[in-house]
Structure formats: structure tokens, C-alpha cells
């Protein structure tokens, strides 16, 4: 059922039930934190790994201490700045709190997101709502109420949906304090210099082998169906010309300076945004929709290696690393 309904969604969570719902970053598959049956749902219904841990959203910082112990001073820092809005916050985990939520880790992922449906959801329910983004495992995360519904149908119990697309089109920035070494676990569209210059200390920003899982960084997440290309400008000529009989998507930020390949009639140019912000909120949803044409090849051309850039450039590497 597709509806503008709070109280609809929140008898629907109430029961145990699953409702996809309207971020800032992209739609969650949501369901009640507290309820290990509605867990065990999102798992099945994502085709995701049960080792893959979940996001506890909340309504508000004050909320933490029900799920996390040991908070840092940082953590308070962190959300007073940026909360509610899209950034994640890793912390030690509440002995009390179902390890199904975190996939067996001692830490747990906490947010509150800045989207009103999402607070008066929160807020109506008034407990934590354990969310994934609302698409299979591996699949493009939706940015709107239907592509929530082509990814998932019916296997959701309700979709709430908002009247435009997700403001910011990208999975949120993931931060792990859960130890002494503030720590990069996903960038996303708040910059990790906002982030330092917040805390007044660097954020490691390189993964290394002691890392917690996070999904987001398996190599096939976010991958359309249809072959993903990340060229430059140089690379590209040499592609056009080698597949010149195929049919190809084209994403480019900067049509002017294309090569001449791109003249071809079989190839589709798709203008992207030249701007970070509008970029990224524009990017999934452009990716769903050239992913249901019959194209043999999409080719996206690299954005700039700027940091407004990098959760855009980490998102299309991933996208063209092939499922
Ligand atoms: O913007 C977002 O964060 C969206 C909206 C719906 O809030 N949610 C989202 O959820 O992107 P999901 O499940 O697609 O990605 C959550 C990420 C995964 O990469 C997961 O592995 C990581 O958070 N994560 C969750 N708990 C973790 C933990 N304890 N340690 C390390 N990573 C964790
Ligand atoms: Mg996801």
C-alpha cells in the first residue's frame, strides 16, 4: 500500500510490519527495532547477509543512550552539528540490544534523519526504526516512492511516500567513533572536512584490515543490471570507437568537451548536473531509469577527484565495478 498516512505506517510497525519511508539521503525499509520478527523481515525482504548490520534511526541525540554505552563526547559534537540531517554515528553497542540489528558486532549505527516524514514517523512511533536503504541487496538505492515500489511491490507492507524525490540522493556519511580514532566508514555528501573541523582532529579516512563490516563497501553494491563504464574523457574516444555498433547511455557533467565519438546515433547523451549537490541527488534515480532501457553498455564520465565530489566518485566506482 502506497499512502501519506503516519498513522497507517505506524500501526504498520506496531503489528510488525515493514514500511519503506522517505529520507533526506534515499527511501529506508524500516521496521521496528525492537521487534526481532520485523528484523528478520528487512533481512529476507533485502536478500541481504544477516553478518550485514542495519541503521537504527531515531528522533532525536537525547535518544542515544537506549542504544549505545560509552558515547564519546565527540558523538554529542558530531550531532549537534549535523543531526538532524545525513550523517551516521558508529558507537559501542548496549549489551541489551539484539545483535540481529548490528550482525553480531558490538557496535551499533545510529542516526536521525532531517526529512519530515521520517520525524513525524519517528516521532509518532517513539522508538527506534531500523532501516536499511529500500532496495535488494546489490541493487541502486531508490530516491523515490516508485522506484521503492519496482524495487520491493508488495513484499513491503506500506510505503509512505513524500511528495518529491530525496534531497540528497546519496547514502549518508558513515562515521565510526566506536573507538579512539574517529574514522571514515562511507563518505556521503556531509564532507569529512565539515566532520574535522567539528571534532578539531583528523578523521582516518582509508580503510585497513581492523575495520568494522559495512556493507556499503562491498565492491558490487549500488551496481545498475546494465554493464557500468567510469571513463574519462580520455578513455572514453577509444570505448566509442570500439563498441561504435552498440547502444550506450552516456552521463556526462561537461557535454562540451566529449570526443567526437559521441556523434554516433546509437549512443544517448544524458546531461548530469555540474554541481556536486545536484549531481548526486540526481544520480540514482538517473541510473534506475537508463537501467530499465535496452542498453548494452552505460558510460559515465569520471567527475572531478574534488572532495565535494568524493561520495559521487565512490558511488559511480562501485556502480561500474560489475556485479
Ligand atoms: O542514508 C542512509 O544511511 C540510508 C537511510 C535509509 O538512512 N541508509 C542506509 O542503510 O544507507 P544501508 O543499510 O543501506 O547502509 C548502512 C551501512 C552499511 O554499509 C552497514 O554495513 C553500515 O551502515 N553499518 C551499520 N552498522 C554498522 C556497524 N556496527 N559497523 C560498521 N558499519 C555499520
Ligand atoms: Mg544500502
Not at 510505503?159 to 562511507?186: F, H, M, Q, Y
Not at 582532529?201 to 563504464?229: C, D, I, W
Request: proline content about 6%; aromatic content about 6%.
Amino acid at each position: 500500500m502506497i499512502t501519506k498516512n503516519i498513522e497507517i505506517a505506524v500501526r504498520t510497525l506496531t503489528n510488525g510490519g515493514l514500511v519503506a519511508f522517505p529520507t533526506e539521503t534515499v527511501y529506508g525499509l524500516g521496521g521496528d527495532a525492537k521487534n526481532s520478527l520485523a528484523i528478520n523481515k528487512i533481512y529476507r525482504v533485502k536478500n541481504r547477509p544477516k553478518d550485514h548490520p542495519l541503521i537504527i534511526h531515531i528522533a532525536d541525540k537525547n535518544d542515544l543512550p537506549l542504544w549505545a554505552e560509552k558515547i564519546p563526547p565527540e558523538a554529542y559534537l558530531i550531532a549537534e552539528s549535523f543531526w538532524p540531517g545525513p550523517v551516521t554515528l558508529i558507537l559501542q553497542k548496549r549489551k541489551a540490544v539484539s545483535a540481529l540489528l548490528t550482525g553480531g558486532q558490538n557496535t551499533i549505527a545510529l542516526r536521525v534523519p532531517r526529512h519530515p516524514m521520517a520525524k513525524a514517523l519517528l516521532e509518532a512511533f517513539g522508538s527506534g526504526i531500523a532501516a536499511p536503504s529500500a532496495n535488494k541487496f546489490t541493487h541502486v538505492s531508490p530516491t523515490n516512492a516508485q522506484d521503492v515500489d519496482e524495487e520491493l511491490g508488495e513484499s513491503v507492507d506500506c510505503i509512505l511516500a513524500a511528495d518529491s524525490a530525496c534531497e540528497v540522493g546519496l547514502e549518508s556519511t558513515i562515521i565510526d567513533l566506536s573507538t579512539n580514532i574517529p574514522k571514515l566508514l562511507r563518505p556521503g555528501m556531509i564532507k569529512v572536512s565539515e566532520i574535522e573541523a567539528v571534532l578539531g582532529r583528523f578523521v582516518v579516512k582509508h580503510q585497513n584490515e581492523n575495520m568494522p563490516r559495512a556493507s556499503g563497501m562491498h565492491q558490487l553494491h549500488y551496481a545498475p543490471k546494465t554493464k557500468t563504464h567510469l571513463l574519462s574523457i580520455n578513455e572514453m574516444q577509444d570505448f566509442l570507437t570500439q563498441n561504435n555498433k552498440c547502444w550506450l547511455v552516456l552521463l556526462s557533467h561537461d557535454l562540451k568537451n566529449l570526443p567526437p565519438g559521441k556523434d554516433n546515433k546509437n549512443i544517448q547523451l544524458i546531461k548530469m548536473p555540474n554541481d556536486a549537490y545536484n549531481y548526486a541527488r540526481k544520480l540514482y534515480q538517473t541510473l534506475r531509469a537508463v537501467d530499465k532501457g535496452e542498453y548494452q553498455h552505460i558510460v559515465i564520465q569520471k567527475v572531478p577527484e574534488e572532495e565535494d565530489w568524493l561520495a559521487i566518485s565512490d558511488r559511480l566506482t562501485k556502480a561500474s565495478a560489475g556485479r
